[in-house]
């Protein structure tokens, strides 16, 4: 079992709709969740991160941990085609600090 | 968020040869930084870790000998890969943490490296 898992799509939703992404992780000590998008030939940007139970909202971004069942999610509102992009979701554990990643979700977001 | 600088953006050397990897935080002191490498259509894998004045510690099947990580100041490291070979080709990319908000890792531009 991978230690963090995505769908690797592609994930294709039309303009103005919700794009909704997903990722699970094994490790149930990890303390916090990052969700970063890169585009094609660019390095990951940071979008959010989370750290406790629940929702975290950020313009049109919002974030859901559920630690119980291991899951972290990211909506994307009102997708716009330059969202079009990886979504990477990665987790950190309790191990020096490092970021382990999934393999990510590509999205297309049709105008 | 805090700036990180990796340099060069682009590079292409022979078969043999070796190449160094710049990485540097602008705006704050990074106890830490990591470097990733990513091949095409896949997700980054962490190569190694590196704290500032010590040895970098590095993942498993990742030679240590070939892929050189020196982390001598709060805002330098650098990453040397040694002897490069085609399949070294690759899409290299740093982060660093220590700066505010610590929890977080930001990542420089990355380096596309090409062996020919």
């Known amino acids: 079992q991978k230690e963090v898992e995505q769908n690797s799509g592609p994930l294709s939703v039309p303009e103005g709709a919700i794009a909704s992404l997903n990722c699970t992780y094994s490790d149930r000590g990890s303390q916090s969740f990052f969700w970063y998008r890169q585009y094609s030939g660019k390095s990951p940007e940071l979008i959010m991160f989370i750290y406790s139970n629940g929702d975290k909202e950020d313009g049109r971004f919002t974030a859901q941990l559920n630690k119980a069942s291991q899951y972290v999610s990211l909506l994307i509102r009102d997708s716009q085609p330059s969202d079009s992009a990886t979504y990477l979701c990665a987790v950190k554990g309790n191990q020096g600090g490092k970021l382990i990643f999934g393999q990510g979700t590509e999205l297309s977001v049709k105008p | 968020g805090a700036v990180v600088s990796q340099h060069p953006s682009r590079v292409i050397c022979k078969s043999g040869t070796s190449v160094k990897i710049e990485c540097r935080s602008l705006d704050f002191q990074a106890t830490t930084m990591f470097w990733y490498r990513q091949f095409p259509k896949q997700s980054l894998m962490l190569m190694a870790t590196?704290?500032?004045?010590?040895?970098?510690?590095?993942e498993q099947g990742v030679e240590k000998d070939k892929f050189l990580i020196n982390h001598a100041s709060l805002t330098l490291s650098t990453l040397t890969v040694t002897s490069a070979h085609p399949e070294d080709s690759s899409f290299y990319i740093c982060?660093?943490?220590?700066?505010?908000?610590?929890?977080?890792?930001?990542f420089g531009q990355g380096t596309r490296l090409t062996v020919v």
């Open positions: 982060s660093a943490s220590g700066g505010k908000g610590a929890t977080e890792a930001f």
């Open positions: 590196s704290n500032e004045g010590s040895k970098a510690t590095y």
